[in-house]
């Protein structure tokens, strides 16, 4: 049971490349969110979604798109990459929405020169 | 405009002694709160949670406890151990997190020395 895993662990991109960050779980969850940490910042939510098929905006949705094709994944995608979205980002996942812990995955560290 | 607060960015404290971290939140709709542990490197790990309806919830030697009047929740680690040095962050939901979201705070980073 690996839980929440996330890949690539570490990336560095220029401005104006894309890519997409995959998390996947195992635990059956239908729930699934991306955060991003950002230094002496707690998480900010940046999408969620409650299905699969479904998406929704968080906090600090402008500059990513999300997918959820599946019901173990949730893909996070940046189509032009910019300096300020130099962060740490985490995806969770969770059983229920609200009253209930989210789990976490290991996070996926980026740069943007 | 933060929602929830941890005031202290860190906590130095004593191998065998108590470690209270504290949080302060400005929205009364938030009805549900939790408390994750995080490591270096690590994604943040559920340590502990409490619900409106009750002022205090123990788990082992973690203990929450919430004054709602006050806006306030505290988190009591006794026995300190080592290992318990981390970051740890304060969260919030409201109406059942209906809206997916959780508000964390800054976080605290709790240094338990030996």
């Known amino acids: 049971n690996a839980g929440v895993t996330q890949t690539p662990k570490f990336r560095v991109l220029k401005t104006g490349q894309s890519m997409t960050l995959l998390c996947a779980q195992d635990m059956n969850h239908e729930y699934m969110y991306w955060y991003r940490q950002d230094p002496g910042m707690g998480l900010r939510l940046i999408h969620y979604s409650v299905g699969e098929g479904t998406t929704a905006k968080g906090e600090v949705p402008d500059g990513y798109n999300v997918s959820r094709l599946k019901k173990q994944n949730f893909l996070l995608g940046l189509e032009s990459a910019a300096p300020s979205q130099t962060s740490v980002y985490f995806c969770?996942?969770?059983?229920?929405?609200?009253?209930?812990?989210?789990?976490f995955g290991p996070g996926t560290r980026l740069t943007v020169l | 405009d933060q929602q929830v607060k941890q005031n202290s960015p860190s906590l130095s404290v004593q191998e065998g002694r108590i470690s209270i971290l504290n949080c302060d939140y400005t929205n009364s709709m938030f009805d549900y709160f939790l408390w994750y542990k995080k490591y270096p490197a690590e994604g943040p790990t559920f340590l502990i949670s409490i619900s409106s309806i009750k002022d205090k919830n123990e788990d082992g030697r973690f203990t929450v406890f919430l004054n709602k009047s006050a806006k306030h929740l505290s988190l009591h680690i006794v026995p300190s151990q080592p290992g318990d040095s981390a970051v740890y962050f304060c969260?919030?939901?409201?109406?059942?997190?209906?809206?997916?979201?959780?508000?964390f705070g800054k976080g605290t980073k709790l240094s338990v020395k030996p």
């Open positions: 969260a919030a939901s409201d109406d059942g997190g209906s809206q997916g979201n959780l508000i």
């Open positions: 969770a996942s969770s059983y229920l929405l609200g009253y209930n812990e989210q789990f």
